[in-house]
């Protein structure tokens, strides 16, 4: 996996430089698959974080809280509205 890694890596540097040399009239619709290939290297990175034992652990906490944090925005929310209303 380290070759997909060094190919779409190269490649993205000579797609930096293409861009830079060729100015404003630029045709990247070939580098579109590059840009696929980077989204797959990022989910290569969440597939080893998902391994750890320890990461695990961080990110069933990280998902058990959303549910506060959403209730708390909307609570945040409903106080600015009416703070609002009464500023008016």
Excluded: H
Excluded at 15 to 20: N, R, V
Excluded at 78 to 84: D, H, K, L, R, Y
């Amino acid at each position: 996996m380290n070759i997909l890694d060094g190919t779409v890596v190269i490649i993205s540097v000579f797609e930096i430089i293409y861009t830079k040399s060729a100015g404003d009239n630029i045709d990247l619709a070939g580098f579109a698959t590059i840009r696929m290939f980077r989204t797959f290297r990022v989910f290569r990175i969440a597939r080893l974080l998902r391994g750890l034992e320890s990461m695990q652990t961080i990110l069933s906490v990280i998902s058990r809280s959303y549910k506060s944090f959403i209730y708390i925005t909307l609570l945040m929310t409903v106080f600015i509205f009416i703070f609002s209303l009464l500023g008016m």
